[in-house]
């Protein structure tokens, strides 16, 4: 009996920890998504949550209100997603490239403010778990289910809420058809009145500021520090996620449990001693993302227009 219990705990451990590492790829993944369906791929979301969290927790230090972090986060994503907009569809760089110079610029210039305005690793008093109680009564007290699924904090949840807020955008709204447009047929968009060039620079930048808040929910929500490089290529899984997820949100979410929860088993068998090594964990997750990757059914799926450049009079 005692075996049962320990084997349900730590089942129970994996799936909740599993959902909580799961709120940073969510946010920067379906931001990516947005920018993708309307033909702009970023490689730099690395970067842009490297700045976000670095932000975000600096406004967090300094104020003691992580609403405040999320803010900042969020306005210093708009701010490269607009470098990245211009670079890339005003002056049609390669878009490719343009990324991994943004992702470079994140990396140095996170790592230069963090040594010139903190110097030390620093912590702080994020966003606290949510129990959802009525009087007494809290959700998470549940067996198992509360467990589970209601002791998280507040952007885990706005993480998850995004899922149907962005299906009920890209397939409900008039931004969403004007996106899907944009990145399938931009030359039939903009002989309908379509901007291709506005509704690309508002979708790389509200990409941008959920990839800001993405490298925040690390620094004041999952860990409440911030350090040098924190992100672990978090946001080149980010972009995977979206083609693992083919474009679509749910697709999205069930590749970004599937990392969260490959992370959460490793870490969980790092704490158990087990005799697994964690580095065969970690690697599995990637391994799905090549096969998913290289199935041709999802590079059908692909934007039509997806990195190619568009200029009007082109047909």
Not at 71 to 81: S, T
Not at 181 to 195: R, W
Not at 210 to 237: C, D, R, W, Y
Not at 264 to 290: G, N
Request: aromatic share 10%; hydrophobic share 55%.
């Amino acid at each position: 009996m005692t075996g049962e219990l320990t084997i349900l705990a730590i089942i129970l451990g994996i799936a909740h920890s599993g959902i909580r590492l799961a709120t940073p790829y969510l946010f920067a993944a379906i931001g990516e998504m947005f920018g993708q369906r309307s033909g702009v791929l970023n490689l730099g979301v690395e970067g842009i949550m490297l700045m976000g969290a670095f932000f975000g927790f600096y406004a967090t230090f300094q104020t003691g209100s992580p609403w405040l972090g999320v803010l900042a986060a969020l306005v210093v994503g708009l701010l490269m997603g607009l470098i990245m907009a211009v670079v890339s569809i005003t002056f049609q760089a390669e878009q490719g490239i343009s990324g991994i110079g943004l992702f470079m610029f994140g990396l140095g210039m996170s790592s230069l403010l963090f040594k010139t305005m903190l110097g030390t690793v620093e912590g702080v008093d994020g966003f606290s778990e949510l129990r959802f109680c009525v009087g007494s009564f809290c959700l998470a007290d549940i067996p198992i289910v509360g467990t589970v699924f209601f002791n998280h904090s507040i952007l885990t949840y706005i993480a998850y809420a995004l899922v149907p807020i962005s299906l009920w955008i890209l397939n409900k709204t008039t931004w969403g058809l004007k996106i899907r447009s944009v990145g399938q047929t931009p030359e039939a968009a903009d002989s309908l009145g379509v901007s291709v060039t506005a509704v690309r620079y508002a979708s790389v930048m509200f990409g941008s500021a959920l990839a800001g808040v993405a490298g925040a929910s690390l620094s004041i929500s999952l860990l409440g520090i911030f350090q040098e490089n924190m992100t672990n290529g978090i946001g080149f899984i980010a972009v995977a996620l979206v083609y693992f997820g083919s474009w679509r949100p749910v697709g999205v979410l069930i590749g970004a449990l599937l990392f969260s929860t490959i992370n959460s088993l490793q870490l969980w068998a790092q704490v158990l001693d087990l005799p697994i090594p964690s580095d065969v964990a970690v690697m599995l997750p990637y391994l799905l993302t090549i096969v998913a990757l290289a199935l041709p059914f999802r590079r059908a799926l692909q934007p039509a227009a997806l990195t190619k450049p568009f200029e009007r009079g082109e047909t």
